[in-house]
């Protein structure tokens, strides 16, 4: 079964710093995707970016970018000129394919890293 | 397109009470998903419908839990007699996938409280 790691329960940085959150996986599958979701006290959780397991490159979206190695088996997170408002929870997940019918392609999670921005 | 909601927003029940949630997916949206996610924890999956069909139900989802997505809308989740470890924020998403990922978009949850 897949299995997701985060090592960092909580992580500081400076506003307009960059910081990097870490994730591990472990997985047989040779097709996968990688997510990262955002998650701030609301509770809701917020899509930021995701990585095919044969993508080329490291996927980008605005300030985020995903540093993929996939011989390592890690996905990090890069945050760039971190902002106040990027203090939450930051969840890293990957699709785990089913064997029913259908294949569900649930995500399955790490436990997450809680991210603080100081001004 | 307003996202995914999810009713209520939050729930405090008495042990041994029934509650019922509703999840609303994206219009276009197939796939459903139910996780849960208890304090410090990731969520986890409970169980996934594409369209009316529930296909996949996880080893977490008790006798006491049952889902319905009834026409391949709106999706219910029902705990009966709950118990005070099912205190946790219950999660809905849902997706459509495409050849190239498989994004979920999740709505804010509902946070049950059981006392």
């Known amino acids: 079964a897949q299995k997701i790691t985060q090592t960092q329960p909580g992580m500081f940085v400076q506003e307009k710093e960059a910081v990097t959150l870490d994730c591990t996986y472990d997985?047989?599958?040779?097709?996968?995707?990688l997510f990262w979701y955002k998650q701030p006290s609301s509770g809701e959780m917020i899509f930021l970016i995701y990585?095919?397991?044969?993508?080329?490159q490291n996927a980008t979206e605005g300030r985020y970018s995903l540093n993929f190695q996939k011989a390592r088996k890690s996905a990090n997170l890069v945050i760039s000129a971190s902002q106040l408002g990027d203090s939450a929870m930051y969840f890293c997940?990957?699709?785990?394919?089913?064997?029913?019918?259908?294949?569900?392609?649930?995500?399955?999670f790490g436990k997450g890293t809680k991210l603080t921005v100081n001004p | 397109d307003t996202g995914v909601s999810q009713d209520p927003r939050h729930k405090i029940t008495k042990r041994g009470q029934n509650v019922t949630f509703r999840c609303d997916p994206i219009?276009?949206?197939?796939?459903l998903y139910w996780y849960r996610q208890t304090l410090g924890q990731g969520p986890e999956f409970l169980t996934y419908?594409?369209?009316?069909?529930?296909?996949?139900k996880s080893r977490l989802l008790s006798d006491r839990f049952s889902a319905e997505r009834p026409k391949g809308s709106f999706s219910t989740l029902e705990i009966q007699r709950t118990e005070q470890g099912d205190s946790a924020m219950y999660l809905c998403?849902?997706?459509?996938?495409?050849?190239?990922?498989?994004?979920?978009?999740f709505g804010q949850g509902t946070r049950l409280t059981v006392v």
């Open positions: 998403a849902s997706s459509l996938r495409t050849a190239l990922n498989t994004e979920a978009f």
């Open positions: 997985t047989s599958d040779p097709s996968y995707g």
């Open positions: 990585q095919g397991s044969y993508d080329q």
């Open positions: 997940a990957m699709t785990e394919r089913s064997n029913s019918q259908g294949g569900s392609e649930k995500l399955v």
């Open positions: 219009s276009e949206h197939n796939r």
């Open positions: 419908f594409q369209n009316e069909a529930q296909l996949e």
